[in-house]
């Protein structure tokens, strides 16, 4: 009756509350039906019983995440699920240290004039984790009432949790994700771990977890991917991302797009940091879509798609090729036995090497300098060896198709020779996907298509706290407590990583 009387008068509210709630509830409804296929496929079609772990986590992650967003939501009713999740309450084992903390009222003083005394407390325990230690943060909210006259009761009202009446405190739940994205624990291995303390709990209930701070961690994910995206000068890559196709031993190919900026190696003013997006695709049009709003050099490998950038009506994107993938090409002929020809290109892109290792760390003015003064030469010999070469060489010889390739891409190989900001290769944002593929290798694939995404933007939050030499957990835990606490959604730039500050 309550929920019925709240509802507004106004038609066209009703119908923003009943598309809102059809909205999440077509998206849960998809990921249920995906989890149950996952779940109660035929037996000929279930998987490696660890790797349907990783598919079921992914999928309730995302569950989760989805419920937190309609409890967040005011024109969405909070969904139950069918069975009620375990809240694993009293069960922390009593070996585990505790750690008391008594909050007081301001003033146990009554209105009457007289003291108040306590008359009794609520108590409650959250597991807490300090790495390599578990520990049980005991809060205790002591009642006061005077006994001069009924002046009521006071007690401090109970601290906002990540978890509403859950025992992980932030800190606890910031272990888990930084575990699973940066440690490349899955959950279910988690898990494992915490038994052999005595702490028993379900995969479901790590993912549930993960899913709620994914959902409110979001907002610092876009605010970070919007910073970046007002730079001049970005790194841009894309690697592969299997997903499952839940119930079936096959996988997908979804893809991880890598949106980087590192403007150390000449002086700039704006942090580091990495954006990582979960596509379906490896369409350039995705690329485009990640891009949005972005203007200025974007240094790029060799993939056509990003060619679709150079389309746009305002002609605002310059591509900048990457010259160690052009040295690849050339290596891979290298080894292939005697190559002249090959060896003889090495060595000049060795030299320009050795020119942006001497220059490094100085301002654009005095790399542009260097380059122009050394670096150019070495390039218009380059170029005349080229031509001269691609002239002598059968164009379907592997030295050709390397020949080929170089020629293909000259522009945007060229481009670091008239502005000191841009590198000579990609390399800075291949770097940041080192971390991808090394999870991927131990998960093998996603669950999911929204366990993707949510893998994307944790792994934008770790990677970009370890560009700025700062620990992910303290990070992640200091700004997982400050969004419980109210931190405002205008100042969500001072939870970005390269803000951090202890005291946040």
């Known amino acids: 009756m309550n929920a019925v ?13 009943i598309l809102a709630q059809q909205e999440q509830n077509a998206r ?12 109660f496929g035929r037996k000929s079609e279930k998987i490696d019983p660890d790797q349907f772990e990783l598919a079921l986590e992914d999928i309730e992650t995302a569950i989760a995440q989805v419920e937190a ?22 069960s922390l084992p009593r070996h585990l240290p505790r750690i008391e903390e008594v909050i ?12 108040r005394h306590v008359i009794g407390e609520d108590e409650s325990e959250r597991l807490d984790i300090v790495p390599a230690q578990f520990r049980v943060i005991v809060t205790r909210r002591p009642k006061y009432a005077c006994r001069s006259c009924e002046g009521g009761i006071v007690q401090t009202p109970a601290p906002a949790h990540l978890i509403p009446g859950g025992m992980p405190t932030e800190a606890t739940v910031a272990h888990v994700i930084v575990s699973k994205y940066a440690d490349h624990l899955p959950l279910y291995r988690q898990a494992q771990i915490y038994s052999r303390q005595g702490i028993d709990l379900d995969r479901s209930t790590l993912a549930a977890w993960v899913g709620r701070a994914a959902f409110e961690l979001t907002p610092v994910y876009e605010a970070l991917l919007a910073n970046l995206k007002r730079s001049s000068k970005l790194f841009m890559d894309e690697t592969t991302a299997p997903v499952l ?5 096959k996988t997908k190919t979804g893809y991880f797009w890598a949106l980087a900026r590192d403007d150390r190696p000449w ?11 979960y596509a379906p695709g490896r369409s350039g049009q995705y690329a485009e879509d990640i891009l949005d709003g972005f203007s200025g050099a974007l240094q790029v490998d060799g993939y056509a798609g990003y060619n679709r950038l150079l389309k746009r009506p305002a002609q605002d994107v310059e591509l900048a090729y990457c010259w160690a993938h052009a040295r690849r090409k050339l290596h891979e002929v290298a080894q292939t036995g005697t190559t002249p020809i090959a060896d003889e290109g090495l060595k000049q892109i060795a030299n320009l090497y050795r020119i942006e290792k001497e220059s490094r760390g100085q301002n654009p003015e005095a790399r542009l300098a260097a380059r122009q003064e050394r670096s150019k030469p070495i390039i218009d ?24 390739y170089i020629a293909k891409y000259w522009d945007g190989l060229t481009l670091f020779l008239t502005d000191g900001r841009i590198e000579i290769d990609n390399n800075a944002v291949e770097r940041t996907i080192r971390p991808i593929a090394l999870n991927r290798k131990n998960a093998l694939f996603a669950g999911h298509d929204a366990g993707a995404q949510n893998w994307a933007m944790l792994a934008t939050l770790i990677e970009t706290c370890k560009l700025n030499a700062i620990d992910p957990h303290a990070w992640m835990s200091n700004t ?25």
Not at 5 to 17: H, Q
Not at 104 to 115: A, F, I, K, Q, V
Not at 390 to 401: D, I, T, W
Request: glycine share 8%; net charge negative.
């Open 5 to 17: 009387a709240n509802l507004p008068d106004d038609i066209d509210a009703l119908k923003a509350i």
């Open 28 to 39: 849960l409804e998809a990921l249920v039906a995906a989890f149950k296929q996952a779940m």
């Open 69 to 90: 967003e309609g409890e967040a939501n005011p024109l969405v009713t909070p969904t139950q699920t069918a069975t009620p999740r375990k809240a694993n309450r009293g």
């Open 104 to 115: 007081e009222p301001e003033s146990t003083l009554c209105d009457c004039g007289c003291e």
């Open 245 to 249: 196709d839940p119930g079936r031993r």
């Open 267 to 277: 002086g700039g003013d704006d942090p580091p940091g990495v954006a990582f997006t």
């Open 381 to 404: 010999d380059f170029e005349t060896w080229l031509t001269t070469h691609r002239a002598r060489v059968s164009a379907k010889s592997p030295l050709g198709e390397a020949l080929k």
């Open 480 to 504: 997982l407590t400050a969004i419980v606490n109210g931190h405002k959604q205008s100042r969500i730039g001072e939870l970005l990583p390269w803000n951090y500050d202890q005291a946040v």
